[in-house]
């Protein structure tokens, strides 16, 4: 059965970079079939698409988000990373990774998300 | 590409069905049969109901069904039960390999 896992640290100051891990087990990462991808949810509020990433290192990024986000993947540890530089306390949410269906456009499996939280 | 828009809150009573509306442009509802639903318990993460419009995936019961007319996208659940209240999201491909949210709507069965 598939699972993904976030794991990173739940604080994070202003201004430096979030970094987060997705750890896939169950399941191969390599997959031609799936992107593989972050989704964020600020408290209280709706959920935000971040970005997706192929197992070849191919990114599809949120526009409004593309000029701080970096989605990087690592075949060999079946994990893929997010990285959010610059952050304010509006990047406080609920970070998820998801396994993203190619064919349909579906956001299939979902880890359980982790909380960060931007504060000095 | 902004958010889908969607209803804040829908309710109804036990038996009774509902419908949230999800309307977006035609760069991505519109343009697209890449329509999918989500339902999100408090705490919980978001569980795939519908895909491709009106697909429910295994094990998701056929109270729930999806369709599309135009730009605007709907869930319709049928036979409410105390465990569909919840908040739901529909998302769309918005075309450039993105993805696109609404902006949620909490169902309240009363």
């Known amino acids: 059965q598939l699972q993904l896992q976030e794991s990173g640290p739940g604080l994070v100051k202003p201004s430096e970079t979030l970094s987060l891990t997705c750890t896939v087990s169950g399941g191969s990462i390599s997959s031609s079939s799936y992107y593989w991808g972050w989704i964020r949810q600020p408290p209280g509020k709706g959920l935000e698409w971040i970005g997706s990433i192929y197992y070849s290192g191919s990114t599809y990024y949120n526009p409004s988000l593309k000029s701080r986000v970096t989605i990087s993947v690592d075949t060999s540890k079946n994990q893929f990373s997010l990285k959010l530089s610059s952050v304010t306390a509006a990047d406080t949410a609920v970070y998820y990774c998801a396994r993203h269906d190619i064919q349909l456009e579906r956001l299939d499996h979902w880890g359980q998300g982790t909380l960060v939280t931007v504060s000095s | 590409q902004s958010a889908l828009t969607q209803p804040r809150s829908v309710s109804g009573s036990p038996g009774q069905s509902v419908t949230i509306s999800c309307t977006g442009t035609?760069?991505?509802?519109?343009?697209?049969?890449?329509v999918s639903w989500y339902q999100q318990h408090p705490g919980k993460a978001p569980k795939l109901m519908i895909y491709d419009v009106s697909k429910r995936p295994s094990g998701v019961p056929d109270r729930f069904s999806g369709s599309k007319s135009g730009n605007t996208a709907s869930l319709t659940i049928s036979g409410l039960q105390a465990e569909d209240e919840a908040d739901y999201y529909c998302c769309s491909y918005a075309g450039n390999y993105t993805l696109v949210f609404g902006g949620g709507t909490k169902l309240t069965v009363l």
């Open positions: 035609s760069s991505d509802v519109g343009g697209y049969n890449y």
